[in-house]
Each structure stands twice: as structure tokens, then as C-alpha cells.
């Protein structure tokens, strides 16, 4: 979420802003809502498949009430459900890899490279090593 912040505050490559946020945390919901409307999905991941199912949940609630035509993000599990969930109602993704992961895809991102309509890495290496990927230069 730091890395989505900052490329918000980059108004020069970031013209537009977003009519809706979804995070996984409540701390960063309060902040998100002086923005624009706020949801907190929560997190899961496959060690607790009762957690990942709400999020599930969640997401489909979120979806049908705001109906997003795109989804940027920086990505989590979590924000990789609610990317799919988007994606069955046509909503097209943009999936920015974590730039922490330096020599191989997050686990999320190895799931959304298959969904994704634009998926960047932050490294160049990343980018060379996967035709579906595209390096666009790092956020941080």
C-alpha cells in the first residue's frame, strides 16, 4: 500500500484519482477515507481458508456495489481476491509486483501474472525472465 501511496502523490504519472480503496488494513482505512470512500477486506492467505473465503465474501460485496472498470494495485493475497472476483464482472487489472521481491514473483503475483491485463515487475531481471511481465521502472 506505501508503494501504491506514492505513486498516488506522483501527480504527473498518476492523472487521475481513484473513485474507491480497498485495503487490508484498519489503521490505513482512516487515512484512505480522506481520499475517497475506504473498505477493509482483511486478510487471509492459504494456511486459513476460512479467512480467505470472508475475504472472498468481501470482495464480491465490494464489487457489486462499486462496480470497478480498473484495479491498480501493488497487490497482497487479499487484493489478488478481490482482482479475481473484479475480473468475472470485466473489471481489466493492473498488477505492480512487490519490489521486494527481487528474485521471483510474490505468491500472489505468480497467480495474478495469468489474470492480469497489465503486469509490471519493479526489476528488470523479473521482466526478462517472463514474457507476461513488463518492467516499467520502480515506484520506490
Given at each position: 500500500?506505501?508503494?501504491?501511496?506514492?505513486?498516488?502523490?506522483?501527480?504527473?504519472?498518476?492523472?487521475?484519482?481513484?473513485?474507491?480503496?480497498?485495503?487490508t488494513?484498519?489503521?490505513?482505512?482512516?487515512?484512505?477515507?480522506?481520499?475517497?470512500?475506504?473498505?477493509?477486506?482483511?486478510?487471509?492467505?492459504?494456511?486459513?481458508?476460512?479467512?480467505?473465503?470472508?475475504?472472498?465474501?468481501?470482495?464480491?460485496?465490494?464489487?457489486?456495489?462499486?462496480?470497478?472498470?480498473?484495479?491498480?494495485?501493488?497487490?497482497?493475497?487479499?487484493?489478488?481476491?478481490?482482482?479475481?472476483?473484479?475480473?468475472?464482472?470485466?473489471?481489466?487489472?493492473?498488477?505492480?509486483?512487490?519490489?521486494?521481491n527481487?528474485?521471483?514473483?510474490?505468491?500472489?503475483?505468480?497467480?495474478?501474472?495469468?489474470?492480469?491485463?497489465?503486469?509490471?515487475?519493479q526489476?528488470?531481471?523479473?521482466?526478462?525472465?517472463?514474457?507476461?511481465?513488463?518492467?516499467?521502472?520502480?515506484?520506490?
Open positions: 500500500m506505501n508503494q501504491l501511496l506514492l505513486l498516488l502523490e506522483q501527480s504527473d504519472q498518476w492523472p487521475l484519482q481513484p473513485d474507491f480503496y480497498v485495503t488494513m484498519p489503521q490505513l482505512s482512516e487515512m484512505l477515507s480522506k481520499r475517497g470512500r475506504a473498505y477493509v477486506i482483511g486478510e487471509c492467505n492459504r494456511h486459513h481458508p476460512v479467512e480467505t473465503l470472508k475475504v472472498i465474501l468481501r470482495a464480491f460485496r465490494i464489487v457489486f456495489k462499486e462496480r470497478p472498470g480498473l484495479i491498480i494495485t501493488t497487490g497482497s493475497m487479499p487484493i489478488a481476491m478481490l482482482c479475481l472476483v473484479s475480473k468475472l464482472f470485466g473489471a481489466k487489472v493492473v498488477w505492480v509486483d512487490s519490489v521486494a527481487t528474485e521471483r514473483f510474490s505468491m500472489s503475483g505468480r497467480l495474478m501474472i495469468r489474470f492480469a491485463d497489465l503486469f509490471l515487475t526489476w528488470p531481471e523479473l521482466a526478462e525472465a517472463n514474457p507476461k511481465a513488463e518492467y516499467a521502472g520502480e515506484i520506490i
